[in-house]
């Protein structure tokens, strides 16, 4: 289902605007990928391309240089698998900024034809963020390996992963959500429609879920996954969104999983308890069978599992994923989870 164009262009700044201020105050899905419509606003340092990296940081509206980054995320668009060297490089870059060598990290991310640059999120009172990209809109274009955001009020405590953005449609914004509601939050959004086979545009080598090359949340050898298992091996607990069409599991609004292990069961059993105080109908994986939901054959789930790293598979439904006001119930649970994670609880 596709949105009109004049609906979609006033729902989304409105979900923006909704997410941010209810939290400083206090969306087809994985089984069945759909298109999506281009809802964000182009041109102008708003648009993510051309931010500079000076320490003071370029103004702009974070909400809008993602969404008009996730805008051009689509079925005719173009993947290609990233070399290891590649791989490596973006997440000894992350890493580097992470320890606080910006120098250092510049230098990795060079390699890897990626940058970094200090953004000052002008709608969300100036708070400053490390963007990590694609040096060039050609090279965001055509390899498709996604970015990462960095939250720059303190050190990294945990990171949200948006692993098929338009796909899952809208999961993008509850990242972003929860991104601006937590301090220490490392943000990994993919950067490629999640069909799309290597080397391919339009649709050709698209493959069926889980075996698709820029399936991210199933492929290990891609940026993305990198950056996650870096993340991980630093212990920093993870949260994982998706998106799923409300046919697969019609009586249900969430399905919370902790993946593979049981890391995660602690902050699984809380996230599932603070959805149900906002209203919200969650399958709980640990008690029931939630169907192809529960996110034990995610990638940088196994890798979190293998180092013992609390990961959290959150699937929402589309019902709640198009309502501004059940987006904001969604993150604001995920907000006390991740406040846990800032002060160092994991249990």
């Avoid at 089984?31 to 340092?45: C, E, F, I, L, S």
């Avoid at 545009?201 to 993305?224: C, K, N, P, Q």
């Avoid at 006001?325 to 995920?334: E, F």
Wanted: glycine share 14%.
């Amino acid at each position: 289902m596709k949105l009109k164009p004049a609906l979609a262009a006033t729902v989304r700044p409105a979900l923006l605007g909704a997410v941010t201020w209810a939290l400083l105050g206090g969306l087809v899905g994985c089984a069945q990928p759909a298109a999506r419509p281009h809802t964000g606003p182009q041109g102008g340092a708003a648009d993510g391309r051309q931010g500079g990296p000076g320490e003071e940081g370029t103004p702009v509206d974070l909400g809008r240089r993602i969404t008009a980054f996730t805008d051009r995320i689509d079925q005719n668009g173009r993947y290609r698998v990233p070399a290891v060297h590649d791989r490596k490089a973006v997440a000894d870059g992350v890493r580097l900024l992470l320890d606080g060598d910006r120098a250092a990290a510049e230098q990795a991310l060079d390699t890897a034809g990626y940058t970094v640059r200090t953004l000052v999120d002008r709608a969300d009172g100036g708070r400053r963020y490390a963007e990590i990209a694609d040096a060039t809109a050609d090279g965001d274009a055509i390899r498709g390996w996604g970015r990462v955001y960095v939250d720059l009020r303190g050190p990294a405590r945990w990171t949200v992963q948006v692993p098929h953005p338009t796909a899952d449609l809208r999961t993008e914004q509850i990242g972003l959500g929860l991104l601006r509601g937590v301090p220490g939050g490392v943000l990994i959004l993919a950067g490629a429609y999640r069909t799309l086979g290597d080397g391919d545009g339009g649709g050709a080598g698209a493959g069926s879920e889980g075996d698709a090359a820029a399936d991210v949340a199933h492929r290990s050898d891609s940026v993305f996954a990198a950056v996650a298992d870096s993340l991980a091996d630093r212990r920093l607990p993870a949260v994982q969104v998706h998106g799923f069409a409300d046919s697969s599991l019609p009586d249900q609004d969430v399905v919370v999983s902790p993946g593979k292990g049981d890391a995660g069961l602690p902050s699984a059993r809380r996230l599932a308890g603070g959805l149900r105080k906002e209203g919200l109908r969650v399958c709980e994986v640990w008690q029931r069978y939630c169907g192809r939901l529960e996110g034990r054959t995610n990638v940088e789930g196994d890798h979190a599992d293998a180092v013992g790293v609390p990961f959290l598979h959150v699937e929402h439904s589309r019902r709640v994923r198009l309502d501004d006001g059940l987006v904001v119930k969604a993150v604001r649970a995920l907000v006390e989870v991740a406040r846990g994670w800032a002060a160092g609880r994991r249990a």
